[in-house]
């Protein structure tokens, strides 16, 4: 009977798995616009985008590694066609956790996290385009009124960022690798889902994760840093670890299972309130001020964010 069951069991069999996908999508979006902060912390500290990265994954590979044996041990993956979309999976992977990871945290060089976080909420727009030219999801009238709107709060929030800093040349190279950043993710969101239920989200979140890892580290490698990891001040290692945990390990899951259960394309929208959260963020951690015109941008972001959100 249902009054046996465990309460969280009888909690999640009351809603629908729009639903819980919903919450997971939320949740791995507010997670992951903490992401912006920490990298903003980190670079007080003088630490380059691909040493940041590195220290990053070095944390959250062990954890990957660790679950990937506990579920295998368990047989969880036992009857999938791992071995057939490993390849696929570390694609998939390597686009939207290491080349859109490192596209943002160099962009973030030269942005505020507000405007990151506006920024690359242009994801959206780019999973419902790619959705059209893969799966020939054809989107609604809708997105005719939304994406236009969207991209007038970004200009927005780039106009005023450039006119206070009086660096346009820098507030425009660091919201173009932010765009570039948001189209690999949007890649990600896109791919992933055939091969999510073809070998569900936690082998294939595992396989990706690891994946881009490996690319993250070989990267450093290559870059010949002069600067030794270990050289850092601890303040470093601590935003690196709550990066790991908080905003890279458990917002993955979060995001996989979330396309599992409601799509990319809802996936990708339903985090309208990303760009907000990330602003009171900003100016709680980060003394950052809001101002008349960040506020609007948001607005209009958050608002074509809503309308694509419609069924």
């Known amino acids: 009977m249902n009054n046996h069951k465990p309460i969280y069991r009888q909690i999640a069999s009351r809603f629908s798995a729009n639903t819980i996908g ?5 949740v791995a979006t507010a997670l992951f616009s903490l992401k912006a902060i920490w990298i903003k912390l980190a670079y007080q500290h003088d630490i380059d985008p691909v040493s940041l990265m590195t220290l990053r994954m070095a944390f959250s590979l062990p954890i990957y590694l660790a679950l990937a044996g506990f579920w295998w041990k368990q047989g969880r993956f036992t009857n999938k066609p791992i071995a057939g979309f490993a390849l696929r999976a570390s694609i998939v992977g390597i686009a939207g956790y290491y080349l859109a990871s490192f596209l943002d945290l160099s962009g973030l060089q030269y942005i505020s996290a507000p405007l990151e976080r506006v920024v690359l909420y242009a994801y959206p727009s780019f999973t419902i385009l790619l959705a059209w030219l893969v799966y020939r999801q054809k989107p609604q009238a809708i997105f005719v009124i939304a ?3 969207s991209w007038v709060g970004v200009a927005l929030m780039m106009w005023h960022e450039a006119s206070a800093t009086q660096l ?3 507030v425009a190279l660091g919201t173009s690798l932010v765009v570039a950043s948001a189209f690999s993710f949007a890649v990600y969101l896109v791919f992933s889902k055939a091969i999510v239920s073809k070998i569900g989200s936690q082998a294939f979140t595992c396989i990706a994760m690891i994946a881009a890892s490996l690319a993250i580290f070989v990267h450093y490698f290559l870059q010949n840093s002069s600067i030794s990891l ?3 001040p601890s303040q470093v290692y601590w935003y690196a670890l709550n990066m790991a945990i908080f905003s890279t390990v ?3 899951f979060l995001f996989s299972e979330a396309i599992h259960r409601i799509g990319a394309q809802r996936t990708s929208i339903s985090g309208s309130a990303g ?15 809001v101002n ?5 941008g948001i607005a209009l972001v958050v608002a074509a964010v809503a309308l694509l959100n419609r069924k």
């Open 168 to 170: 346009s040349n820098n």
């Open 22 to 26: 919903l919450v997971l999508a939320l």
């Open 292 to 296: 008349i015109f960040q506020l609007i």
């Open 147 to 149: 994406l236009p709107l």
């Open 230 to 232: 270990s050289a850092y």
């Open 250 to 252: 458990i917002p993955s």
């Open 275 to 289: 760009p907000v959260f990330t602003l009171l963020m900003a100016v709680w951690i980060l003394d950052e001020q």
